[in-house]
């Protein structure tokens, strides 16, 4: 089995949450448990960052200073010393590697940022439903995939898996899409996983 994981929300806070609380600017705290196109809330990031004039090594900084999730660290490792895990986000390579750091380097698929004199002018997609194309991808290759994840940009991911959980989403992601069973704690989803494993 491989079991997949959206990074933000997860394993670790949202970054541009943390960016905002950084920043005082309340519409960087939107994100995809706010807006399902992932396209629209991109360009809507890109604009404050120009406005702002927030540079890539200014997020850095914020994200090198951002705590993971209480108990991610504890859970990834335990889940990684009896199968295969792979990180499915939505974020960016430039964001991410302090957070692999932190959680001992596993494998993340991600975006990358289109940088020009520390200034973010774009983004380049892996590829469209990148979360989804993997899962689908692994089961061609015969492997069962368990996914959990917490927002709108997971419900493909979630969808395309054997098995599915959501973790710690919000109540409007829960309503939406009950056919998923929603946890709140690292134990309990280790739980659920292993059943489903079973």
């Known amino acids: 089995m491989i079991v997949t994981l959206d990074l933000e929300g997860v394993l670790s806070p949202e970054i541009w949450i943390s960016v905002a609380e950084r920043t005082?600017?309340?519409?960087?705290?939107?994100?995809?448990r706010?807006?399902?196109?992932?396209?629209e809330l991109m360009q809507l990031r890109l604009k404050i960052l120009e406005e702002h004039d927030i540079k890539l090594s200014y997020i850095q900084g914020v994200i090198e200073n951002m705590p993971l999730l209480s108990g991610a660290k504890e859970f990834l490792d335990e889940l990684?010393?009896?199968?295969?895990?792979i990180i499915l986000s939505d974020t960016?390579?430039?964001f991410a590697k302090p957070i692999m750091k932190k959680l001992g380097y596993p494998t993340l698929f991600c975006h990358s940022?289109?940088?020009?004199?520390?200034?973010i002018i774009g983004y380049k997609l892996r590829q469209k439903n990148q979360k989804?194309?993997?899962?689908?991808?692994?089961?061609?290759?015969?492997?069962?995939v368990f996914a959990a994840g917490d927002s709108y940009n997971d419900i493909e991911m979630l969808k395309a898996a054997d098995a599915a959980c959501l973790f710690r989403?919000?109540?409007?992601?829960?309503?939406e899409f009950p056919q998923f069973k929603a946890v709140e704690k690292y134990r309990a989803l280790m739980i659920y996983l292993k059943s489903c494993m079973n």
Do not use: G, H, M, W
Request: glycine share 0%; charged share 40%.
């Open 169 to 175: 989403a919000p109540d409007c992601v829960k309503k």
């Open 92 to 94: 960016f390579e430039e």
């Open 132 to 144: 989804r194309c993997a899962v689908e991808a692994f089961k061609s290759l015969n492997f069962k």
């Open 80 to 85: 990684r010393s009896f199968c295969q895990v």
């Open 34 to 39: 706010d807006i399902s196109d992932y396209d």
């Open 24 to 32: 005082k600017i309340d519409a960087l705290r939107l994100t995809t």
């Open 113 to 119: 940022l289109e940088v020009k004199k520390d200034k």
